[in-house]
């Protein structure tokens, strides 16, 4: 039993450190890459704030995309 545990220990202590910084680098990217024309980078940085985890999820497969493919960055 104790063989199993310190794999999942040290998958369980990457997942908690990585979950914050995919959230910062998301909210980072939000504010810095966003255009300010409209509401959209309030917006965005809205949800992936109150939305956490969720939200920057949504923010990378939904926004991040679009954004990439209109502006180039």
Do not use: T
Not at 27 to 55: M, Q
């Amino acid at each position: 039993m104790e063989i199993l545990a310190i794999p999942l220990i040290l998958i369980m202590v990457v997942i908690v450190v990585m979950i914050p910084v995919f959230w910062i680098w998301m909210l980072v990217d939000c504010l810095s890459k966003e255009s300010s024309e409209g509401n959209d980078k309030i917006v965005w940085a809205l949800v992936i704030f109150f939305g956490n985890v969720f939200g920057a999820l949504l923010y990378f497969f939904i926004r991040r995309p679009q954004r990439k493919q209109l502006m180039g960055h």
